[in-house]
């Protein structure tokens, strides 16, 4: 299958500073990539929707501003969490769509 | 609205046993995929299957395979002579229409399979 390559899998930050992760695809380009938060033993919670050349749009209750997603190329997206605070430490995973959908490694984010 | 339910929430078996895992789901869309990922504790997600609904036949792929009834709205999935290694949380998830561009997955909330030697 398609690779999704997702950096960094792990990452611990202070609160109140920003952390960006990137999402690329590498064998294929891809218009549109989603981003998803999933707390332990939960599912997936898609956040939002990530178009190239264009702004994310976002699912009710996720702040846009707190959140920020950039597509700027076919083949890679970024999700900026802003002023992190512990209760945004979680696994946020993004996937890739050319006629399936395609995961990343995911990445778990620790707000101290 | 679409509704993937997903009732058992855990299930364990020793090595070699078969095991069935359930989903059921709900849409009103005539057309719709449905999908198996099994994720690790690695966390990554892997693609198993995409079943589009005109299809009903059922698929085997090794040791794995799967039921679509269509009659029933169920997508169940069998892992014959489970190993260890099939120890996993696997989601299940449909997509309202075929997959385009800005189609969503809903998940399931999966189900976390242990596989005791």
């Known amino acids: 299958g398609a690779v999704v390559s997702q950096h960094p899998s792990r990452v611990i930050c202070k609160s109140g500073t920003s952390v960006k992760i990137e999402c690329r695809s590498l064998?294929?380009?891809?218009?549109?990539m989603f981003w998803y938060r999933q707390f332990p033993k939960k599912s997936l919670m898609l956040m939002a929707t990530?178009?190239?050349?264009?702004?994310?749009?976002?699912e009710q209750g996720v702040e846009k501003d707190k959140f920020l997603i950039n597509h700027a190329s076919l083949t890679l997206s970024t999700l900026t969490v802003t002023s992190a605070h512990p209760e945004d430490s979680s696994f946020y995973i993004c996937?890739?769509?050319?006629?399936?959908?395609?995961f990343g490694q995911g990445t778990r984010l620790t707000v101290v | 609205a679409q509704k993937v339910t997903q009732a058992q929430t855990e299930i364990s078996v020793v090595e070699k046993e078969d095991v069935t895992l359930d989903c059921v789901y709900e849409?009103?869309?005539?057309?719709?995929?449905l999908f198996w990922y099994k994720q690790p504790p690695s966390g990554e997600l892997v693609f198993l299957i995409r079943?589009?609904?005109?299809?009903?036949q059922n698929e085997i792929s090794g040791r794995y395979s799967w039921n679509f009834q269509k009659s029933t709205s169920s997508f169940n999935f069998t892992i014959t002579a489970s190993q260890v290694v099939d120890s996993a949380v696997y989601f299940c998830?449909?997509?309202?229409?075929?997959?385009?561009?800005?189609?969503?997955?809903?998940f399931g909330k999966g189900i976390t399979l242990s596989v005791r030697p």
């Open positions: 064998d294929f380009q891809a218009t549109t």
């Open positions: 079943r589009n609904s005109f299809d009903e």
């Open positions: 990530s178009n190239e050349g264009s702004k994310a749009t976002y």
């Open positions: 998830a449909l997509s309202e229409v075929p997959t385009g561009a800005n189609s969503k997955l809903t």
């Open positions: 996937s890739a769509r050319n006629r399936d959908e395609f």
């Open positions: 849409t009103r869309d005539t057309t719709y995929y």
